[in-house]
T-cell receptor, first 113, second 115 residues
Framework: AQSVAQPEDQVNVAEGNPLTVKCTYS??????LFWYVQYPNRGLQFLLK??????LVKGSYGFEAEFNKSQTSFHLKKPSALVSDSALYFC???????????FGKGTSLLVTP | SQTIHQWPATLVQPVGSPLSLECTVEGTSNPNLYWYRQAAGRGLQLLFY??????ISSEVPQNLSASRPQDRQFILSSKKLLLSDSGFYLCAWRSSSVALSSEQYFGPGTRLTVT
């Protein structure tokens, strides 16, 4: 089964510092991986995806993610965190049928001034 | 550009009452449509998805049902709500005309409280 794991419930970062939100995956075949962000009482917003090609994927709002096949990871990164980045972040993988996404449980990011 | 709407935004219903949540998508044709529920613990649970009019796949057996009466309309229903149906309901769409690698786009959500 296609699945992702987000090992951290919460990540705390000071504003201006780099941030990393971790995601590991388990798939059979080629992984199609996604990151989403959710602000309170809002729907999820798509940030970026990895399909194939470069291991470093750039997305919205200055976020990027690094695909690492040997470590089966797809960590979300940003060089300099903003207070406004505080939100809930979800990693997802395309499921076996190809129609749906399997989401991780989410990681709450708190950026303090 | 494409937009997705959900209504109502919030809903408070007594146990045993019926439910109807609506989702519509604009600016695209024959989208794949999805219903998710997000409980207080924040995980996302896929409830239903649809690849075409009248075609519904149920992921989790429960007190809910879904229908797709029109190409860009997706409805989530219940005949009798349970307390456990409380949560944040999210509708999403994905283009069916591109590869299966395409991402999903989410609506603003409906907050349902069953009392």
């Amino acid at each position: 089964a296609q699945s992702v794991a987000q090992p951290e419930d919460q990540v705390n970062v000071a504003e201006g510092n780099p941030l990393t939100v971790k995601c590991t995956y388990s798939v059979s075949g080629n992984p199609y991986l996604f990151w989403y962000v959710q602000y309170p009482n809002r729907g999820l917003q798509f940030l970026l995806k990895y399909i194939t090609g470069d291991n470093l994927v750039k997305g919205s709002y200055g976020f990027e993610a690094e695909f690492n096949k040997s470590q089966t990871s797809f960590h979300l990164k940003k060089p300099s965190a903003l207070v406004s980045d505080s939100a809930l972040y979800f990693c997802a993988v395309r499921d076996g049928s190809g129609y749906a996404l399997n989401f991780g449980k989410g990681t709450s990011l708190l950026v303090t001034p | 550009s494409q937009t997705i709407h959900q209504w109502p935004a919030t809903l408070v219903q007594p146990v045993g009452s019926p439910l109807s949540l609506e989702c519509t998508v604009e600016g695209t044709s024959n989208p794949n449509l999805y219903w998710y529920r997000q409980a207080a613990g924040r995980g996302l649970q896929l409830l239903f998805y649809s690849v075409g009019i009248g075609q519904i796949s149920s992921e989790v057996p429960q007190n809910l049902s879904a229908s797709r009466p029109q190409d860009r309309q997706f409805i989530l229903s219940s005949k009798k709500l349970l307390l456990s149906d409380s949560g944040f309901y999210l509708c999403a769409w994905r283009s069916s005309s591109v590869a299966l690698s395409s991402e999903q786009y989410f609506g603003p959500g409906t907050r349902l409280t069953v009392t």
